[in-house]
């Protein structure tokens, strides 16, 4: 008996002994990884203390993100969203124009900001007292798609969705890397992101392309509602519960975040604090943003309300996992990027769903100064989209593009199916219904396209909007070239010459001046004022009744051909003009 417990005792000594020498070593392997550096000069749990929240924690606190933010560092660069405006030497200007060229991004200056950088929460004071049940939520899978992305930008976008999503919300952050060949995107990628929560990598065989791409992350997903952002942008606090709450209320509706700007260059975040912008599209199916309509503001009962939105910018949104498989996904015959966000915004209004902007929901972009890389498809993306959706109006898409009537855009036919499948209105209702402010174009037999000179044959008017305004420029000549876009006019039953190949502009002729400008066009119903109204005579010449003048081709001092306003003078060909 005696030897038994003899036995029994140096058994638990030395249980004892190999339990503290299992919690010394735990101990070691924390402090040695909670200090291993990044490329951007900062620790993996800088910013961040290495808190990561328990299931305990979590219940105490649903609203608490998978990691907490360290305390405000205004000595900190680019900290609440303020620009960064460095003093440089040459070797450092050279470095951080290098970079400019290489991402179309200051990634020289993003380099100096800290990547758990905070922001500052402007958002209406509703939105920021509102309260949520987040037991009642559902989870989500935040997937972002990437190829060549600079290091600290994809750094900072992962980091911040970490510490801005509550923990019981997020099921998972998807990283899903395009066939990039950047060295640093290979294994210090994979050692940097195993030390983080709830963060997978995905790797495909070869360039899928945004669409394909953010589809096989979705697969990998286990969130009940996915989630897609960009691989440069910065949450704010608060973006994601609006989102999932309105998810919840109804299944069918696609939520987009409020997209903030994030300068390229500073790295400024500037936050819509009002009423934010939705989206639409020009004739040529490009993107475009515009105010909030009359009867949405109407219709809303209270100024945090979702807002609908024709179109979305198509970066960031959040859809139900099951309503997304149910709509058709993403077009998969649509290639790298471009097009799919119009594709999926007509797909969603036109077979009863929604698509809704969320005034709380407040996500930065960094908008690039150019697009980092070519998407040679472009067009073949929007014929798909219009083929498939636009039925009759596609002819107005055709007359501004016209290399789009020979471009292959592929098999459609089941995307055709899935139409007739899920019984989706035609595009003539989603016009009326959901973007009854867009005007059709009438494009009359002959009364449309380029407005050639007969006074100097090669030339025709073009209009060239600046690079920050569609106005402000004046109508000039350039050599015909037969594309469509900004030799394309059209002239209205109102005697109006609109420009919509971008947005709606009407010719103008200012009191007291002789150049061609560009203003908004009155919307359908309202009057048309005399400075933007035309007469095309038989005689060939295009005469304005309020100057009593009509436009001329005439030499710039420069020797350049240009246009203004002369008196008329039927004799003079540099005054006749016809349509072709």
């Not at 606090?237 to 409020?258: D, F, K, M, S």
């Not at 004739?283 to 515009?290: K, M, S």
């Not at 003048?549 to 008196?567: F, N, P, Q």
Request: net charge negative; aromatic share 12%; hydrophobic share 35%.
């Amino acid at each position: 008996m005696k030897i038994s417990l003899k036995l029994k005792w140096t058994w638990i000594g030395k249980s004892c002994i190999l339990i503290s020498l299992l919690w010394i070593t735990y101990v070691i392997v924390e402090l040695s990884v909670s200090t291993l550096p990044n490329s951007a000069g900062q620790s993996n749990g800088e910013g961040r203390k290495n808190k990561a929240y328990s299931n305990d924690e979590e219940s105490e606190d649903p609203s608490r993100p998978v990691y907490e933010k360290s305390a405000v560092n205004m000595y900190s660069p680019g900290e609440m969203g303020k620009a960064v405006h460095l003093t440089l030497n040459a070797e450092e200007k050279k470095q951080e124009e290098d970079s400019i060229e290489r991402y179309a991004i200051n990634v020289y200056m993003s380099d100096k900001i800290s990547l758990h950088r905070h922001i500052q929460d402007d958002r209406m004071y509703e939105c920021k007292t509102k309260k949520y049940n987040y037991r009642k939520l559902p989870t989500t899978s935040v997937i972002i798609a990437f190829y060549n992305e600079a290091w600290s930008t994809l750094l900072r976008t992962i980091h911040s969705v970490l510490e801005t999503s509550p923990a019981v919300l997020l099921k998972e952050l998807i990283l899903v890397d395009d066939y990039s060949d950047r060295i640093y995107l290979k294994s210090q990628l994979e050692e940097y992101i195993s030390n983080l929560q709830r963060v997978r990598l995905i790797r495909t065989n070869k360039r899928e392309g945004l669409v394909r791409a953010r589809l096989i992350g979705a697969t990998f997903s286990t969130g009940e509602v996915l989630t897609f952002l960009d691989c440069h942008c910065e949450c704010v606090t608060g973006w994601l519960e609006p989102l999932l709450e309105r998810i919840r209320e109804n299944e069918t509706a696609i939520l987009c975040p409020v997209i903030d700007t994030i300068d390229w260059n500073t790295f400024a975040f500037y936050m819509q604090t009002g009423e934010p912008m939705i989206g639409g599209f020009d004739w040529r199916l490009t993107f475009q943003w515009h105010s909030v309509p009359e009867h949405e503001r109407n219709r809303r009962k209270s100024r945090i309300e979702p807002i609908r939105s024709p179109t979305m910018a198509g970066g960031l949104f959040a859809v139900s996992k099951k309503y997304f498989e149910y709509l058709g996904t993403y077009d998969t015959g649509m290639e790298v990027w471009g097009g799919e966000n119009l594709e999926l915004s007509f797909r969603v209004w036109q077979c009863q769903g929604s698509l809704e902007i969320h005034p709380c929901s407040h996500v930065g972009h960094v908008f690039p100064k150019r697009a980092p890389y070519a998407r040679p498809n472009f067009l073949q993306n929007t014929v798909r989209a219009a083929e498939v959706w636009m039925d009759e109006y596609k002819v107005h898409f055709y007359y501004r593009n016209p290399p789009a009537r020979k471009e292959k855009y592929g098999d459609i036919s089941e995307r055709k199916l899935l139409r007739d499948r899920l019984q989706c209105n035609s595009f003539h209702w989603y016009l009326k219904t959901i973007y009854p402010e867009l005007h059709v174009p009438e494009d009359r037999p002959n009364w449309h396209g380029a407005i050639r000179s007969e006074g100097v044959r090669s030339e025709c008017l073009d209009y060239n909007a600046p690079d920050h305004s569609p106005t402000g420029a004046h109508l000039s000549l350039f050599g015909c070239h037969g594309q469509g876009g900004n030799q394309y006019f059209e002239y209205t039953s109102k005697k109006e010459i609109r420009f919509n190949s971008v947005t709606e502009l009407c010719a103008e002729v200012i009191e007291g001046q002789s150049t061609i400008g560009m203003k908004y066009c009155p919307s359908d119903n309202s009057p048309v004022p005399d400075s933007i109204i035309w007469e095309f005579k038989p005689d060939g010449t295009i005469f304005q009744p309020k100057s009593n003048k009509c436009i001329s081709t005439y030499h710039t001092a420069e020797g350049r051909m240009d246009v203004e306003m002369r008196l008329c003078n039927s004799l003079d060909n540099n005054q006749i003009w016809h349509f072709e």
